[in-house]
C-alpha cells in the first residue's frame, strides 16, 4: 500500500468540547513522510505539534497533545478519520486550542475526506507490524489492550458500565474499508450522572445535546436537573424515563462500543505509523489507550532496529578471519574481541564474536553468574569499526583507531556464554581528518543487546597518538 493525502483542502469550523472555544481547522495536504502534524496558526511563530503519542499531556475524558507552549486538545476524532480513511501525510491548521467536536464523531471529517478526494503518493506505507504479542493492563481499573500480530488492522472492543440502559456491548472493526459506514458515524457518550462531575472540572463547556449522546441510566429530581442546566448555560433540562437524554435515536444498538472503537483508531494514530495487528480492548479508556500506543511505539523502534540486524550463517565463509583481521588490527588474545568479518562496504561493517565460557572476563565478572561486560561489547563494537576505518585507507596496516567519544549508549540485554554476539557499525557521516563517526548495535539473536554512537581517530602507528 502506497501513502496517502488528501486532494484539497478541506475546512471545518465549530467549538471544543470541552474549552467551548471556537476554532476553524484547514486540513492540507502534505509530501509523503510528513506524517500527521497540528500547527497553531494563532499563536506567535505558528508552532508546529506531530502527533506523537510522547506529546500526549492529558487523556482526562479526551486526549491533549503539546510542544513547547502550544497545545491541541480532543484530537482523537480527527486522527481516528484520517486513520480510519487510511491518511498518512496532511498538515492540521487550526486557530483554537482545541479541535471542533462537531457533532461528536468522525463522520464529518470523512465525508470531507471524500469530498476533498484521496491521493496515493509515490512511497509505500511504513506499517508498525507485529512478531509477537503486546499487551497492557490496568491493574486498578481492570482495562486491557492486547495487539495480536494480524496482516491487517483490526479491533475489538468490549464495555460494561453496569448500565441497565447499556448492559455489556461489543463492536469489531474487521477492516478499514468498514470505518467510513460502520464506525465514523458513532458519536460521543456521557452520562447523566458525570455531567454535574464534569461541569465543576470546567469541562465540557462546549457540550450540547447535538454533540454528545447522554445516557440516563438514573433519574434525578428537576431541582438537581435545573442546578445542572445552569451550570451548563443551557435551558432547563427535563427527564421523563431512563435512557437517552435528547431523544436522538441511536444509529446502532452498539453505538457506545463503536465510539470506543473509533477512540481507539484515533489515540493509537498517535504511534505515527499506520498498525497491523488484532487489537482487543476491555474497558478502553483514553487514559489506557495511550500507555498502549507508548508500549505499541516502542516496539515499533525496536523492530525498526532490527530490520537492520545482519543475516549471519555460521556456514559460509567469512570476508575476514581471525587470522587476517590480526594483520589490521593491533590488538591479540585475550583482547581481540572479533573473530570474523561477514559484511564489510564503504558504509558498514559487521562482526560477529563468539562467547565462551572460557573467556578471560569471566574468571573475575560476577564469578558464578558470567556475564559479558558491557564496556567489552562496546570495545568489539570498536574493533569492528576499526576494520572499515582502517580498510579505507591507502596502506590499511600501519593506522590503528583511539577513541575520542562515546555518546548514547545503551545496554539491553545480558549476553552470556554461548551467545553469538553479532556487531554492526554503521558511518553516521563521511571520514574526515580522521575523525569517525559510527553507530554500533549489537545483536543476540533477535534482540539489540546493546548499541550507541562511537567516535574515534585514525592514527599512523608510526606516529604519537594525540
Not at 578471560?360 to 569492528?384: K, S
Not at 596496516?397 to 575520542?404: E, H, K, P, Q, S
Not at 539491553?412 to 554476539?421: A, E, F, I, R, Y
Not at 554500533?440 to 546493546?450: D, R, W
Request: a negative charge; charged letters at 25%.
Amino acid at each position: 500500500m502506497k501513502q496517502c493525502t488528501i486532494a484539497r483542502d478541506a475546512v471545518f469550523g465549530g467549538i471544543g468540547l470541552h474549552t467551548g472555544k471556537s476554532a476553524t481547522m484547514t486540513i492540507r495536504p502534505a509530501p509523503v513522510n510528513h506524517g500527521i502534524r497540528f500547527q497553531r496558526i494563532d499563536l506567535k511563530d505558528s508552532p508546529i505539534l506531530p502527533a506523537d503519542v510522547n506529546r500526549v499531556i492529558s487523556t482526562n475524558r479526551g486526549t491533549t497533545i503539546k510542544s513547547g507552549d502550544a497545545q491541541v486538545s480532543t484530537v482523537e476524532h480527527i486522527l481516528s478519520a484520517l486513520a480510519g480513511m487510511g491518511i498518512d501525510n496532511v498538515l492540521i491548521e487550526i486557530d483554537g486550542p482545541e479541535v471542533p467536536i462537531m457533532d461528536g464523531s468522525s463522520k464529518p471529517f470523512t465525508d470531507a475526506f471524500i469530498q476533498a478526494g484521496i491521493t496515493v503518493q509515490e512511497l509505500e506505507k511504513d506499517y508498525l507490524e507485529l512478531t509477537e504479542t503486546v499487551a497492557f493492563k490496568d491493574e486498578l481499573s481492570g482495562t486491557e489492550l492486547i495487539a495480536v500480530p494480524s496482516d491487517k488492522f483490526e479491533v475489538t472492543a468490549m464495555i460494561d458500565f453496569r448500565s441497565p440502559f447499556l448492559g455489556q456491548q461489543y463492536a469489531s472493526l474487521n477492516d478499514l474499508s468498514e470505518y467510513e459506514k460502520e464506525i465514523a458515524p458513532c458519536r460521543t457518550f456521557v452520562f447523566l450522572r458525570e455531567i454535574e462531575k464534569l461541569a465543576n472540572e470546567n469541562l465540557i463547556k462546549g457540550g450540547d445535546l447535538n454533540n454528545a449522546i447522554v445516557i440516563v441510566d438514573r433519574m434525578m429530581t428537576q431541582p438537581e436537573l435545573d442546578d445542572l442546566a445552569q451550570k451548563l448555560n443551557k435551558p432547563s433540562i427535563q427527564v421523563e424515563k431512563e435512557g437517552i437524554l435528547n431523544t436522538v435515536e441511536l444509529q446502532f444498538s452498539n453505538e457506545a462500543a463503536r465510539h470506543k472503537v473509533l477512540d481507539i483508531i484515533g489515540d493509537l494514530a498517535l504511534v505515527g505509523k499506520p498498525i497491523k495487528a488484532k487489537i482487543l480492548a476491555n474497558k478502553p479508556g483514553h487514559t489506557a489507550n495511550v500507555e498502549f500506543a507508548k508500549l505499541l511505539k516502542k516496539k515499533y523502534n525496536e523492530n525498526r532496529k532490527l530490520k537492520g540486524k545482519p543475516n549471519y550463517n555460521p556456514d559460509e565463509t567469512p570476508l575476514m578471519d581471525t587470522e587476517r583481521i590480526q594483520k589490521l588490527l593491533p590488538h591479540r588474545h585475550p583482547f581481540l574481541l572479533i573473530d570474523k568479518i561477514i559484511e564489510l562496504s564503504d558504509q558498514h561493517v559487521v562482526g560477529v564474536k563468539n562467547i565462551t565460557f572460557t573467556e578471560a572476563c569471566f574468571a573475575g565478572h560476577f564469578p558464578g553468574n558470567p556475564v559479558f561486560p558491557g564496556v567489552l561489547q562496546i570495545e568489539a563494537l570498536a574493533q569492528t569499526g576499526g576494520i572499515l576505518a582502517i580498510s579505507q585507507q591507502p596502506d590499511p596496516g600501519n593506522w590503528d583507531t583511539y577513541f575520542i567519544k562515546i555518546e548514547n549508549t545503551k545496554f539491553k540485554n545480558k549476553v552470556m556464554p554461548g551467545d553469538t554476539l553479532i556487531l554492526k557499525m554503521e558511518l553516521m557521516s563521511p571520514i574526515r581528518r580522521g575523525i569517525v563517526q559510527m553507530l554500533g548495535t549489537a545483536y543476540v539473536g533477535n534482540k539489540i543487546v546493546s548499541e550507541g554512537e562511537l567516535t574515534a581517530q585514525i592514527v599512523r602507528r608510526e606516529s604519537n597518538p594525540t
